[in-house]
């Protein structure tokens, strides 16, 4: 079963650090583009960051340099780290594979995590 697991969400106060990562287990050989989107309640998901493969990054408007995104292609792992936290990030946040290749020589798309939640209050 090919899934992307999260890990790293919980209460942080505003100010501080959190980071975040996503592993990909399964029948995976490569992943073209990781990334994370967040969402709360009764607003749509936003991009947070996103990495390609050969490490071309885009980031949400809202990060401002607060965040960094990496890598590491041999694990099929994506990681997030978020500084200078505000309570507006405040959300849950998901990783995606927009497009990956099986060990079977098949592509497949739109692969999404289970979600973990982050809370920036004091």
């Known amino acids: 079963q090919v899934q992307l697991v999260e890990s790293g969400g919980g209460l942080v106060q505003p100010g501080g650090s959190l980071r975040l990562s996503c592993a990909a287990s399964?029948?995976?050989?490569?992943?073209?583009?990781m990334g994370w989107y967040r969402q709360v309640p009764g607003k749509e998901r936003e991009l947070v960051a996103a990495?390609?493969?050969?490490?071309?990054?885009n980031f949400g408007d809202f990060v401002k340099g607060r965040f960094t995104i990496s890598r590491d292609n041999a694990k099929n792992t994506v990681y997030l780290q978020m500084n200078s936290l505000k309570p507006e990030d405040t959300a849950v946040y998901y990783c995606?594979?927009?497009?990956?290749?099986?060990?079977?020589?098949?592509?497949?798309?739109?692969?999404w995590g289970q979600g973990t939640q982050v809370t920036v209050s004091s």
């Open positions: 990495i390609s493969s050969s490490g071309n990054t």
């Open positions: 399964g029948s995976i050989f490569s992943i073209n583009t």
């Open positions: 995606n594979a927009d497009r990956y290749l099986s060990t079977g020589n098949h592509y497949f798309y739109d692969l």
